[in-house]
């Protein structure tokens, strides 16, 4: 299992960026078998998939909304994944949460179905 914690959430107007960063803490399985997603909500919405990461970095896959905008990455020695968010947009807005994958079966799981372990969110808001 594993514990992850989100933060680098904020307030920033459109053309800005943010980086966000997830820590995380694994028991039996290490950190660096679980693939790692990050997802968004926003208000009436449903929570959808930004980008997601697999055990190596090696794999990544990206929503078409952030393509070329958006960077995940991963750290295995410090435990902790990170999105870069550049030229955000008011749409942009919602809050994020990282999520661990629950099987190496998939790369990158593209469904919350698929993520087993989920931090508490950080709020991003995009002003226009």
């Known amino acids: 299992q594993v514990q992850v914690a989100e933060s680098g959430g904020g307030l920033v107007q459109a053309g800005g960026s943010l980086r966000l960063s997830c820590a995380a803490a694994a028991s039996g399985r290490t950190f660096s078998s679980y693939a790692m997603g990050w997802f968004r909500q926003a208000p009436g919405k449903e929570r959808v998939v930004v980008a997601a990461?697999?055990?190596?970095?090696?794999?990544?896959y990206y929503a078409d909304s952030v393509k070329g905008r958006f960077t995940i990455s991963r750290d295995n020695a410090k435990n902790a994944v990170y999105l870069q968010m550049n030229s955000l947009k008011p749409e942009d807005t919602a809050v994020y949460y990282c999520?661990?994958?629950?099987?190496?079966?998939?790369?990158?799981?593209?469904?919350?179905?698929?993520?087993?372990?989920w931090g508490q969110g950080t709020q991003v808001t995009v002003s226009s």
């Open positions: 999520a661990a994958g629950r099987t190496l079966s998939i790369p990158t799981p593209r469904t919350p179905q698929e993520y087993a372990y």
């Open positions: 990461i697999n055990w190596s970095g090696g794999i990544t």
